[in-house]
């Protein structure tokens, strides 16, 4: 864990989109403060939350924004972001609304979150995997809860970004 002081190199903007309640809060608590809160109150706001890490040898500052509950993108296409998390469950309907409405080069990860849960699997993971190669997207099965892949998902997103904008 890095410092929040130290030099930046680059600050890139994540930002988390899918269904309510598939995990998207908790799974940013755990990246940016290694936290998980049991009663939480489901859905971010449009605040954002930042995590300075280090990806090879760079200071990346990243800043990972919520969605509040958004059913759509128009607003988040306004805005400049490197890359996208959209999180599965109606996974097909939130690639297809970034692929309409986000830049090309943007770097697009899907997340099947709540993988502790295994006996009430919604996806399998065959299918899941299908798709992100179908669709050309990283995919990662994570949990909040446990912690499980929410590191290696960001440290992927991010390298990812890395070698797309410099
Ligand atoms: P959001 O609406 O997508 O932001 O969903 P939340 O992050 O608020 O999570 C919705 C519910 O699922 C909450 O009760 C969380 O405690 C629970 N939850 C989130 N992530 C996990 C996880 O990885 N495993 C388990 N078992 N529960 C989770």
Redesign the pocket.
């Known amino acids: 864990r890095n410092n929040d002081n130290e030099k930046v190199d680059y600050v890139y903007k994540v930002v988390?989109i899918?269904?309510?309640?598939?995990?998207?809060?908790?799974?940013?608590?755990?990246f940016a403060r290694n936290e998980?809160?049991?009663?939480?109150?489901?859905?971010?706001g449009v605040e954002f939350q930042t995590r300075t890490l280090r990806v090879w040898s760079k200071v990346i500052k990243a800043q990972i924004w919520?969605t509040a509950?958004q059913e759509s993108l128009p607003f988040i296409a306004q805005e400049d972001y490197n890359s996208m998390l959209p999180?599965s469950f109606g996974h097909q309907r939130w690639v297809e609304e970034l692929r309409a409405h986000a830049d090309n080069s943007i770097v697009i990860a899907l997340i099947g979150?709540?993988?502790?849960?295994e006996e009430k699997r919604a996806v399998p993971s065959e299918d899941a995997m299908e798709f992100a190669e179908d669709q050309n997207l990283y995919f990662f099965e994570?949990?909040?809860?446990?912690g499980?892949n929410v590191e290696a998902a960001f440290n992927k997103l991010l390298e990812e970004i890395y070698s797309v904008v410099s």
């Open positions: 988390v899918g269904d309510s309640a598939v995990g998207k809060t908790q799974v940013l608590s755990r998980f809160c049991f009663d939480s109150k489901s859905t971010i919520g509950g999180f979150n709540k993988a502790d849960l994570t949990s909040a809860l446990t499980d």
